[in-house]
């Protein structure tokens, strides 16, 4: 299960940077910004993506213990999205040490 877990999260890793990489170098994001903010669909679809980046983050402050590695995870998540996301759950698999993936995923960081 971890192995599958890290090669789900790398597969999305490199996915989203290639794509936003591609989408970049067709039109940079703050040039194309002012026009997609025009599309209700675009604004929809770009606060449902900030709501799952709260709700990812609530899990990751849950799990961290220090103030500095909330507020760094915060403000990755938040300026990444799911490049962060990806990342931050490929560093968790890497620490893990058990086959007990689902108590490990859930359970806070100390526990």
């Known amino acids: ?15 989203m940077l290639g794509i936003t990489t591609w989408a970049e170098l067709d039109r940079p994001i703050f040039e194309a ?23 990812f983050y609530v899990w990751v402050a849950y799990r961290e ?17 799911n490049i962060a996301m990806a990342i931050y759950m490929v560093l968790r698999l890497a620490t893990w040490r058990s086959r007990k993936a689902a108590d490990l995923l859930l359970r806070p960081a100390t526990a």
């Open 65 to 81: 213990t220090g103030w500095g590695k909330r507020i760094l995870w915060f403000i990755l998540v938040m300026l990444l999205g």
């Open 1 to 15: 299960m971890r192995a599958f877990l890290i090669v789900l999260f790398l597969g999305i890793l490199v996915a």
């Open 33 to 55: 910004g002012g026009e997609l903010m025009t599309y209700p669909w675009f604004i929809a679809t770009l606060v449902d993506a900030y709501f799952g980046f709260v709700t």
